[in-house]
Every structure is written in C-alpha cells, then in structure tokens.
C-alpha cells in the first residue's frame, strides 16, 4: 500500500526496528504479525518515554493498524531477512525471519518494548490480534483504510480521549467564529 503523506525521513529507525522485531521472535513473524508487533511496539515505548519509537506511519487496513509502506522497510533490509511461508488452516501466510542477530542501535528501552510487543503478539493468533484492534484501536475505527493513523489516541483514557475531543471541538468553533466575522 502506498501511502498518502509518506514519512520516508525515519526510514533508517524504523527499518532498524524492524530488523529487532524478527531478532526477538522466536520462528520468524507472519507479515499481520509483523504489522502489529510494530503497532505495539510503539504503544509499549509511549507508555513509558516521552518521545516516540518512530515517525514512520502506521496506517489503517482492513485488518487493524499497518506498517505504511513495510515492502519499502523489508527491502531496506535485504539478505538479512528470510521469507518463507507456512500453512494456517487453509491459507498460506508469508513469513519474515532474520537470519543472523547483530547489534542494534536502539535505546534499552526501546528493545524493552519491541521485546515486550513480540511477546505478546507470539500469544495471540493473527486473526485474534486484528479482531483486538477492532475492538480497542481507536484511531482505526475512526479511520478510513490507507489513511495513516494517530495511534497514541489508542492509550488514553476513555476521560481523556473525550476532554481532547472537546477541546478541538471548542477550537474549532472559535476559528469559524473568527472567520465568519470578517
């Protein structure tokens, strides 16, 4: 999927957590799975650090939240990464497994949460981690498909999320109000 508004200026970092996403799983990553460990990955690091893993985009598919452009990323990543597929019930899934670790330049924590995002997503099935989406990510329910998501609505509380709303509403009708006048 080509994106609208491509981010390309982070290609470097993120291809760079791409590459620690497949060194922390154990048997290689399936492409949905490697969508949402990046996902949440970049959820697990704003819990706790007041920047983000990456400005690359995250965007909305029909399955849940995506990694913008992730044939560009992958390709960054060459002969380090080898594809195969593998069988789910009837279907055949495409499957991304680094072939030899080697150093990263990634903060501790940032490592923390990659880690901790492909601990989780190794639990969940591909089809239960888009159905959680679904449920739960709001920036893609409010989204329409290749539009490239504000994720960290995500991990606000239900409070917060509808005092931001209220606020963008409130400037919003100031801003008419002010153009309506002259």
Same mark, same amino acid.
């Given at each position: 999927?080509?994106?609208? &508004?491509?981010?390309?200026?982070?290609? /470097?970092?993120?291809?760079?957590?791409?590459?620690?996403? =497949?060194?922390?799983?154990?048997?290689?990553?399936?492409?949905?799975?490697?969508?949402?460990?990046?996902?949440?990955?970049?959820?697990?690091?704003? +819990?706790?650090?007041?920047?983000?893993?990456? /400005?690359?985009?995250?965007?909305?598919?029909?399955?849940?939240?995506?990694?913008?452009?992730?044939? =560009?990323?992958?390709?960054?990543?060459?002969?380090?990464?080898?594809?195969?597929?593998?069988?789910?019930?009837?279907?055949?899934?495409?499957?991304?497994? =680094?072939?030899? /670790?080697?150093?990263?330049? =990634?903060?501790?924590?940032?490592?923390? /949460?990659?880690?901790?995002?492909?601990?989780?997503?190794?639990?969940?099935?591909?089809?239960?981690?888009?159905?959680?989406?679904?449920?739960?990510?709001?920036?893609?329910?409010?989204?329409?498909?290749?539009?490239?998501?504000?994720?960290?609505?995500?991990?606000?509380?239900?409070?917060?999320?509808?005092?931001?709303?209220?606020?963008?509403? &409130?400037?919003?009708?100031?801003?008419?109000?002010?153009?309506?006048? +002259?």
């Amino acid at each position: 999927m080509k994106l609208q &508004n491509p981010q390309y200026t982070d290609i /470097a970092r993120a291809s760079e957590v791409v590459r620690f996403l =497949l060194a922390s799983s154990r048997d290689g990553l399936g492409r949905t799975t490697v969508y949402k460990a990046f996902y949440f990955a970049h959820l697990f690091y704003a +819990e706790d650090q007041p920047d983000v893993l990456t /400005a690359w985009p995250i965007v909305r598919m029909p399955n849940g939240p995506g990694i913008g452009d992730f044939d =560009l990323l992958i390709g960054r990543l060459g002969d380090e990464v080898e594809r195969s597929s593998r069988r789910i019930g009837p279907y055949i899934e495409q499957v991304f497994r =680094l072939k030899e /670790a080697s150093d990263t330049t =990634l903060s501790e924590s940032a490592q923390i /949460a990659i880690q901790r995002a492909v601990e989780w997503v190794q639990k969940h099935s591909a089809a239960e981690l888009s159905e959680l989406t679904h449920e739960q990510s709001r920036s893609w329910q409010t989204g329409h498909d290749g539009d490239t998501l504000d994720i960290y609505i995500d991990i606000e509380s239900d409070d917060e999320y509808k005092q931001r709303e209220e606020r963008l509403r &409130n400037l919003k009708n100031e801003t008419e109000s002010i153009f309506a006048a +002259e």
